[in-house]
């Protein structure tokens, strides 16, 4: 475990050093402070804040983010919809969420500001799905079963081996594969194989690349 961390810390310290506001893909969050005191009170620095539904899949309940995430959200909830159809022949119902906006430390580095603190992050536990409509076709060998509504969850389905949970792991590991070829969406991507993570992916937009799916 020590040596995992390590090895994140040395990711996440070369990132920050080629971060800077004049690279290709801009981002206004670029020079925002993230360091804080390891200990005691912190205040997360105030930025601009939206209330949102979500467009091509909405969320279970509505996010709370910064207003510059807001569009990375657009296009992350597009390639969704686009790999479920690809999968499922339909897009999800909903996207299920664990939490947008938190003002706190990052676990494992807590002289830093997680993007949480700034609405710069979402953590997405899975997809619902719907029944699909009659007459409507599905992917060739779709099970049966999945023509009704049912339910993708990271934790129960990342490693589904067999049936509609292998349908479902499918799902999830192209959906991850497709996020990370697209620069313009998220640069941390975590889900499973990263600590604190077996039950969700955190998607952020942070200064810095860290990828540990
Ligand atoms: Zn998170």
Redesign the pocket.
């Known amino acids: 475990m020590k040596s995992v961390a390590l090895a994140c810390m040395v990711v996440i310290g070369a990132a920050m050093a080629v971060a800077s506001p004049a690279q290709a893909d801009d981002y206004a969050l670029d020079s925002l402070e993230r360091s804080v005191p390891a200990k005691g009170k912190m205040q997360c620095p105030p930025v601009e804040l939206v209330t949102w539904r979500g467009d091509a899949v909405r969320y279970h309940s509505p996010v709370r983010v910064y207003v510059g995430f807001r569009e990375r959200l657009r296009k992350f909830e597009a390639v969704v919809k686009d790999v479920a159809i690809e999968v499922y022949g339909r897009a999800p119902s909903k996207i299920v969420h664990i ?1 947008t906006l938190n003002c706190r430390r990052i676990r494992l580095w807590p002289t830093l500001l ?1 993007e ?1 603190g700034i609405g710069n ?3 997405v536990a899975g997809f619902d799905f719907g029944a699909v409509p009659r007459k409507v076709g599905v992917p060739q060998g779709l099970p049966p079963a999945l023509r009704k509504g049912f339910s993708v969850r990271v934790k129960a389905h990342w490693e589904g081996n067999a049936g509609a949970a292998a349908v479902h792991a499918r799902f999830l590991h192209r959906l991850t594969e497709t996020l990370l070829q697209r620069h313009d969406i998220f640069r941390v991507l975590l889900g499973p194989a990263y600590p604190g993570h077996k039950d ?1 992916f ?1 998607f ?1 937009c942070a200064p810095w690349r860290l990828v540990s799916i």
Do not use: A, Q
Request: charged letters at 20%.
């Open positions: 939490g997680s949480h992050g979402i953590d969700h955190h952020d």
